[in-house]
């Protein structure tokens, strides 16, 4: 796959490069400015270290000449002291400013010189005592001294040695220019390896990005080599791995509940199909079509319980059902739903009782809703009960709210079955029979118990007692 410029440009890996050469020039250009700086300075105290040894050999040569006149008869020792140094300038004058002596043009001399820069003729110069001094066309480092002619007590003279600093001016130019191509030159050094490392260490993503493009919907069980990457990948990969198993059991169980659904409704639209067929062979009588709009009445009503209930889970679903919470009696509620229900017990030749239920207790929950997952549980549990058998509601404090237990005699549930009884149309021959029942009534129940913020569990002993319980948090806003 190619990539864009832009694309591109907000890869990785060329972030990555950018950033490298970013940091390396910075840290290139800091490392050159400071060893500029460092050669810089000593430069200029090997300078001035020469501005002091000559001062101190003029001093030596004075006091080997007994007059200025002498000077003006003999001056080659001073011009030889610095011949031979590039830039290097004496000036010989006496204390009122007169020149006696100096070794090239006036114009790198100020034509005054301030007392507080002379040494003492009683103190040895030092690098410190050199200063610099503006003076056209050039920055001047000067060191000025007092010398004597002859002994101690003989005439003071003033000494002024200077240098120019631009003298070291080519050599630090070429130094830059060449500091500035090295820092190039290592800027593009590390970019070009930086790419390559970052290249090579994303060579683990370009993989998780080919296994990556080879799932689809059918191929869901495809999953990310996790454990055989860095460590960073592993929790992105896991994480991926983790949505995948979601997301394929999210498509199984939608493939599931589309073949149920089909199946459901192909039921009752063939017996449809069949008796209308069946009363269209021949001529009938009023009674005959009569029982036949009787029969097919059962069976749309049959489809409209269907189609309700699958709409109600899909607006539970997709967070589009608002509840009307509201403070109940907990005991009333369950003897309204008791009485209801006693009448169909009977007939089934099954015992429903009440038993002893938590005084006062009060619940925070929409009435219709909490009457249909209760009447849902009664209808599975009267379908699942045989005659002589027993059902009992119960209602007892939990320990962070109420729970409310339907539990019947019978067969029970195999333990393979209870993780997946509350699904949509699971099919278990203890648990979700396929007669008139649509295959929904748990799932709804579940789906009921979640928006009330609270959950839905079955218990079963085979051959004993199934108990399927609501709990319901205390606080209303759970």
Same mark, same amino acid.
């Given at each position: 796959?190619?990539?864009?410029?832009?694309?591109?440009?907000?890869?990785?890996?060329?972030?990555?490069?950018?950033?490298?050469?970013?940091?390396?020039?910075?840290?290139?250009?800091?490392?050159?400015?400071?060893?500029?700086?460092?050669?810089?300075?000593?430069?200029?105290?090997?300078?001035?270290?020469?501005?002091?040894?000559?001062?101190?050999?003029?001093?030596?040569?004075?006091?080997?000449?007994?007059?200025?006149?002498?000077?003006?008869?003999?001056?080659?020792?001073?011009?030889?002291?610095?011949?031979?140094?590039?830039?290097?300038?004496?000036?010989?004058?006496?204390?009122?400013?007169?020149?006696?002596?100096?070794?090239?043009?006036?114009?790198?001399?100020?034509?005054?010189?301030?007392?507080?820069?002379?040494?003492?003729?009683?103190?040895?110069?030092?690098?410190?005592?050199?200063?610099?001094?503006?003076?056209?066309?050039?920055?001047?480092?000067?060191?000025?001294?007092?010398?004597?002619?002859?002994?101690?007590?003989?005439?003071?003279?003033?000494?002024?040695?200077?240098?120019?600093?631009?003298?070291?001016?080519?050599?630090?130019?070429?130094?830059?220019?060449?500091?500035?191509?090295?820092?190039?030159?290592?800027?593009?050094?590390?970019?070009?390896?930086?790419?390559?490392?970052?290249?090579?260490?994303?060579?683990?993503?370009?993989?998780?990005?080919?296994?990556?493009?080879?799932?689809?919907?059918?191929?869901?069980?495809?999953?990310?080599?996790?454990?055989?990457?860095?460590?960073?990948?592993?929790?992105?990969?896991?994480?991926?791995?983790?949505?995948?198993?979601?997301?394929?059991?999210?498509?199984?169980?939608?493939?599931?509940?589309?073949?149920?659904?089909?199946?459901?409704?192909?039921?009752?639209?063939?017996?449809?199909?069949?008796?209308?067929?069946?009363?269209?062979?021949?001529?009938?009588?009023?009674?005959?079509?009569?029982?036949?709009?009787?029969?097919?009445?059962?069976?749309?009503?049959?489809?409209?319980?269907?189609?309700?209930?699958?709409?109600?889970?899909?607006?539970?679903?997709?967070?589009?059902?608002?509840?009307?919470?509201?403070?109940?009696?907990?005991?009333?509620?369950?003897?309204?739903?008791?009485?209801?229900?006693?009448?169909?017990?009977?007939?089934?030749? /099954? =015992? $429903? &009782? !009440?038993? #002893?239920?938590?005084?006062?207790?009060?619940? +925070?929950?929409?009435? %219709?809703?909490?009457?249909? @997952?209760?009447?849902?549980?009664?209808?599975?549990?009267?379908?699942?009960?045989?005659?002589?058998?027993? /059902? =009992? $509601? &119960? !209602?007892? #404090?939990?320990?962070?709210?109420?729970?409310? +237990?339907?539990?019947? %005699?019978?067969?029970?549930? @195999?333990?393979?079955?209870?993780?997946?009884?509350?699904?949509?149309?699971?099919?278990?021959?203890?648990?979700?029979?396929?007669?008139?029942?649509?295959?929904?009534?748990?799932?709804?129940?579940?789906?009921?118990?979640?928006?009330?913020?609270?959950?839905?569990?079955?218990?079963?002993?085979?051959?004993?007692?199934?108990?399927?319980?609501?709990?319901?948090?205390?606080?209303?806003?759970?």
């Amino acid at each position: 796959m190619r990539l864009t410029a832009g694309a591109r440009a907000s890869s990785i890996a060329f972030r990555l490069t950018l950033l490298f050469a970013i940091v390396s020039v910075l840290t290139f250009a800091a490392v050159g400015t400071y060893l500029y700086q460092v050669l810089v300075r000593k430069i200029e105290l090997r300078d001035d270290g020469r501005l002091v040894d000559k001062v101190v050999l003029v001093r030596s040569l004075l006091s080997d000449y007994s007059s200025i006149a002498s000077i003006d008869r003999a001056p080659a020792p001073f011009r030889h002291s610095v011949h031979g140094i590039d830039g290097l300038v004496l000036r010989l004058s006496s204390m009122d400013g007169k020149v006696i002596l100096q070794t090239t043009a006036p114009m790198y001399f100020p034509s005054t010189l301030s007392p507080q820069g002379l040494v003492p003729i009683t103190r040895t110069p030092q690098a410190e005592d050199v200063h610099r001094q503006s003076w056209a066309p050039d920055e001047l480092r000067v060191l000025n001294a007092i010398g004597v002619l002859g002994d101690v007590a003989g005439t003071p003279v003033q000494i002024s040695i200077s240098r120019p600093r631009s003298r070291h001016s080519e050599f630090l130019r070429h130094y830059l220019l060449n500091l500035a191509c090295a820092v190039t030159l290592g800027a593009t050094v590390v970019a070009v390896l930086g790419f390559l490392i970052v290249r090579q260490g994303m060579a683990p993503l370009r993989m998780v990005i080919s296994q990556a493009n080879n799932i689809s919907t059918h191929r869901m069980n495809t999953r990310l080599p996790a454990q055989r990457g860095p460590l960073e990948l592993r929790e992105l990969g896991a994480a991926f791995n983790a949505m995948l198993d979601r997301l394929e059991d999210g498509v199984q169980r939608l493939s599931g509940f589309a073949a149920d659904l089909a199946h459901d409704l192909r039921t009752p639209v063939n017996t449809l199909m069949m008796e209308t067929q069946v009363a269209l062979s021949r001529p009938r009588t009023v009674e005959e079509y009569q029982t036949l709009a009787a029969s097919n009445l059962e069976e749309y009503e049959h489809l409209a319980t269907m189609i309700e209930n699958t709409l109600f889970l899909a607006r539970v679903d997709n967070a589009g059902l608002a509840i009307n919470r509201q403070t109940l009696d907990a005991q009333a509620e369950l003897l309204r739903i008791r009485n209801y229900f006693e009448g169909l017990a009977e007939e089934a030749g /099954i =015992t $429903l &009782t !009440l038993a #002893q239920t938590a005084a006062n207790a009060t619940l +925070d929950a929409d009435a %219709t809703l909490l009457r249909r @997952a209760l009447g849902n549980l009664l209808s599975n549990a009267i379908a699942h009960t045989p005659r002589g058998g027993a /059902i =009992t $509601l &119960t !209602l007892r #404090q939990a320990d962070d709210g109420l729970q409310i +237990d339907v539990a019947n %005699t019978g067969d029970g549930v @195999a333990a393979q079955h209870l993780p997946h009884i509350f699904e949509r149309y699971y099919r278990a021959d203890s648990a979700r029979p396929s007669n008139a029942s649509t295959g929904l009534g748990l799932a709804i129940v579940r789906a009921i118990m979640r928006l009330h913020g609270g959950e839905a569990t079955v218990h079963s002993m085979p051959g004993a007692t199934t108990t399927f319980s609501l709990r319901f948090c205390s606080a209303p806003t759970c």
